[in-house]
């Protein structure tokens, strides 16, 4: 074939890491964390509608440091998730495209996630 | 040996005929996901730290367990397409490639099926 000998662009670790490609790629990784978590959810239905016994059972999970650690990852993934899809909406709209706007809207997105993250813990912790 | 360039091959071929359906699907799941995850979010870490009996009584609201089966059927099939993508763009054998693609359509299938017949239950007040 033609193409073996064709040159190999450059491996990914050559790249100077950039905001753009950072988020593409967190993107991705949260989209797979955030569907293995709906497993999670899942289970936590289940266990609802498996009555009081195995739904305290499974709260003293929730409720440890891990269960919370996971908890904060999910709803940090969500909103990242959420954050980047609405950009990425916005991208198949045909707009904010060039390189600038591209810069721009991401910071939005991580200053967003950041903030939303942060939000719904305080008011979670309140209302508790 | 053919003197045909790969390009030549491939030109006259056409498209794949299909990508649209999959492509429009994830873009349709995310809207609706966009309201009901947020919605979702708030309850969810209200809801983990709550008694038993206050959970299954939000549940058992018509409009929460209404949501809720939306928020489910939305995020699974929403998770089924992107992982679909993530396993096109990285595994590489046919094999295990076509494998991992119906195990992942099962298991979304299957977990998806059970959350939405477990808010039923509870809704029903089975």
């Known amino acids: 074939m033609a193409t073996d000998n064709r040159p190999l662009s450059p491996h990914l670790q050559i790249y100077k890491p950039q905001l753009t490609s950072i988020l593409s790629i967190t993107h991705r990784g949260t989209g797979v964390f955030l569907s293995i978590s709906a497993l999670f959810l899942c289970c936590w239905l289940l266990a609802i509608a498996n009555g009081p016994d195995v739904y305290a059972n499974l709260q003293t999970y929730i409720t440890a440091w891990y269960g919370q650690v996971i908890l904060f990852a999910c709803v940090f993934s969500l909103y990242f998730h959420l954050c980047n899809g609405i950009r990425h909406l916005i991208w198949d709209m045909g707009l904010g495209l060039d390189i600038k706007t591209t810069y721009i809207s991401g910071y939005i997105v991580v200053a967003a996630t950041v903030l939303l993250t942060v939000a719904t813990w305080c008011i979670a912790g309140v209302s508790v | ?126």
């Open chain 2, 1 to 126: 040996m053919s003197l045909r360039t790969p390009l030549h091959r491939v030109r006259g071929l056409g498209s794949a005929k299909e990508g649209t359906q999959h492509w429009w699907a994830q873009r349709l799941t995310a809207i609706a996901l966009v309201p009901l995850t947020v919605w979702f979010i708030y309850s969810l870490v209200v809801m983990t730290t709550m008694e038993y009996a206050t959970v299954t009584a939000w549940m058992q609201s018509p409009i929460v367990s209404t949501l809720l089966i939306l928020f489910i059927f939305s995020l699974f099939y929403h998770a089924q397409l992107g992982m679909q993508v993530v396993i096109e763009d990285y595994v590489d054998s046919e094999t295990l490639k076509f494998g991992s693609i119906i195990l992942l359509n099962f298991v979304m299938l299957f977990a998806g099926l059970a959350s939405v017949i477990a808010v039923l239950k509870v809704f029903l007040g089975l």
